[in-house]
T-cell receptor, first 116, second 109 residues
Framework: GAVVSQHPSRVICKSGTSVKIECRSL??????MFWYRQFPKQSLMLMAT?????????EQGVEKDKFLINHASLTLSTLTVTSAHPEDSSFYIC????????????FGPGTRLLVL | GQNIDQPTEMTATEGAIVQINCTYQ??????LFWYQQHAGEAPTFLSY??LDGLEEKGRFSSFLSRSKGYSYLLLKELQMKDSASYLC??????????WGAGTKLIIKP
């Protein structure tokens, strides 16, 4: 099956700093990657959809200047949380969809961010 | 608006069978997914239904009725490791996934 990795798996940072999270599709090319955020005991919330070589599409209420997304290649997308604050502490999960296959998204293992 | 409904929590006994229901109202339909999510981990794919009927995959089966906007996930021979949240998600006409809040399944010995 398709494998998606995320790095780091866990990060603790001080308020005001920036954190970069990487999402990689290891054995397939992902033309589309998705970034989700999940607060404890809540469902996944889509933050943005990232297409290789173009600007990400952000969901309503998600600040694009705060959550910078770059999808520079068919196997790598990055999410940078700029000037992080304690309320940004959450579980961030990426997923990838392979080429023209519309059906299945494959999820990375997630990154747990704690902002002090 | 778009809406996915599933029970918040269910409890079942090890070795038994449990059915988790999901009803949906979305703008268009391009398939329904079930994912399993253990606490602190990312979701893992279980099943995909786009046509009416039952899809069986080992101990897990998923059913879809598009006319009723209804699906269920059936888990047989429950094991303790099946304790997890089960997420129902529908792909709408824009190929975006609309997520349910998840059903927390508690398995008791």
């Amino acid at each position: 099956g398709a494998v998606v990795s995320q790095h780091p798996s866990r990060v603790i940072c001080k308020s005001g700093t920036s954190v970069k999270i990487e999402c990689r599709s290891l054995d397939f090319q992902a033309t589309t990657m998705f970034w989700y955020r999940q607060f404890p005991k809540q469902s996944l919330m889509l933050m943005a959809t990232s297409n290789e070589g173009s600007k990400a599409t952000y969901e309503q209420g998600v600040e694009k200047d705060k959550f910078l997304i770059n999808h520079a290649s068919l196997t790598l997308s990055t999410l940078t949380v700029t000037s992080a604050h304690p309320e940004d502490s959450s579980f961030y999960i990426c997923s990838a969809r392979a080429g023209e296959i519309q059906e299945t998204q494959y999820f990375g293992p997630g990154t747990r961010l704690l902002v002090l | 608006g778009q809406n996915i409904d599933q029970p918040t929590e269910m409890t079942a006994t090890e070795g038994a069978i449990v059915q988790i229901n999901c009803t949906y109202q979305t703008s268009g339909f391009n398939g329904l997914f079930w994912y399993q999510q253990h606490a602190g981990e990312a979701p893992t794919f279980l099943s995909y239904n786009v046509l009416d009927g039952l899809e069986e995959k080992g101990r897990f089966s998923s059913f879809l009725s598009r006319s009723k906007g209804y699906s269920y996930l059936l888990l047989k021979e429950l094991q303790m490791k099946d304790s997890a949240s089960y997420l129902c998600a529908v792909m709408d006409s824009n190929y975006q996934l609309i997520w349910g809040a998840g059903t927390k399944l508690i398995i008791k010995p």
